[in-house]
C-alpha cells in the first residue's frame, strides 16, 4: 500500500466518538526471550524500548524496566505526547531524531519490519537496533517477558514481578482490571452512544468498587509485595483524576475520593520506579489535544491540582513488602528525569 493509502492519524482520531471502538490485536507479537526461539534472544545493549509517557500501555513497559533495573540492558526512545500524520514521533531529541535508531517517526521501524504495513503504529514497541526493525508492540506481552525472560539482565535486588506460585492469581486479576479499568475507560471514552456508555462506565466504576474492597485491608492486589498486577492497575489510576474523569467521562467519583484507592494510587507512585516515569504534562497534552473525536477544541483543561500525590498515604501501616526480598530501583538515569512541567511539584496553574 502506497503511503498515501494510510489511514491519517489525525482522520482516525477524528473518528474517536463515531464509530465503535475495537481495540486492535498487537499484529507483531514475537518474543524476545532467553533461549531466542522467535529469533530474538536477550541481549544487552541490543534492543530500544520505545514508549510514550502519555500511554497507559507503554508505561507499564516504563515501570518495570526501571523495577527491574534494565535501563542499561533496554535503552529508551520517548515519543513526542503529540503525533503528526505520521504518527509517533522523535521531536523532543535533536534535530527531531532518535538519536540511537536515527529515526524520525517509529513508522520507520514498522516499515523496516514489515513493508507497506497498513495497521495503526503503535507504543509500546521494542525495536532491535542494528537491523532497525520492529521487533514486537504486543503491550500485553512486553512487560511479562521483561519479567521472567530478561531475568538474566535484572540488577541485584530486583523484585519478582510475576512470581510462579501467584500466576494463576495475577491473571484472574489482571484480567478483569484490564476488561473494566484499562480498557473500560476507553471503551466509556469512545462509546458512540448512552448505552454503550452507561454500561462501559458502570464496569468501570463496578470494578473500582471491588479493588476498593479488595485493597482496604491488603497493600497490593496479590501476595504482599508489588507484582505486575499492581503496575497495570496503576497506569490507569494515575491518569483518572487528570484524563479519564473528565475526558472520558468516567465521573462518579474522582480517584480522589476513594480513600482507599487514592492512598493505593500515591503510595504507589511515591515508590521508586513507579511516580518518577509519570509525566503529567505529556498525559494531558495528549489526551486533550489528539483526541479530537471526542474534544474537537483541543483545548487543555488546566487542573487538576496534583500536590495531593505527594502527601502521605499511611499504607505501610498494612504492611507488605514492596519489592519482597529485594531492594528499590537506583536513580533515574541521567538524560531520563521527567522535567518540572510533567510532576507534582511544578506550581499550581
Ligand atoms: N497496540 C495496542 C495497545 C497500545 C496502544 O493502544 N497504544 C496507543 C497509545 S496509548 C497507540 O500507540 N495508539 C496508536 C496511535 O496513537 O496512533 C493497540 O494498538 O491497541
Redo the contacts with the bound molecule.
Sequence with gaps: MPQSDRPR?AD??AQLGRKPFK??K?HFADRITADGRDGWPVEPGRYRLVA?R?????SRALISRRLLGLEEALSLAVADPI?DDA??RFTLDPGGRDPVLGIRHLREAYDAREKDYPG?????AIVDVPSGRLVT???QRITLDLATEWTALHRPGAPDLYPEPLRAEIDEVMAGVYRDVNNGVYRAGFATGQAEYDEACRDVFRRLDLLSDRLAGRRYLVGDTLTEADIRLFTTLVRFDAVYHSHFKCNRFKLAEDPVLWSYAKDLYQTPGFGDTVDFHHIKQ?YYR?HTGINPTKIVPLGPDLAGWLTPHHREELGGRPYGDGTPPGPVPEGEEVPASGRPESPPV
Design positions: 492519524n482516525a482520531y481495540r486492535s498487537s510514550s502519555a500511554c497507559p500501555w507503554a503525533q504518527g509517533w495503526g503504529v503503535s507504543v509500546p508492540n504486543d503491550y495528549h489528539m
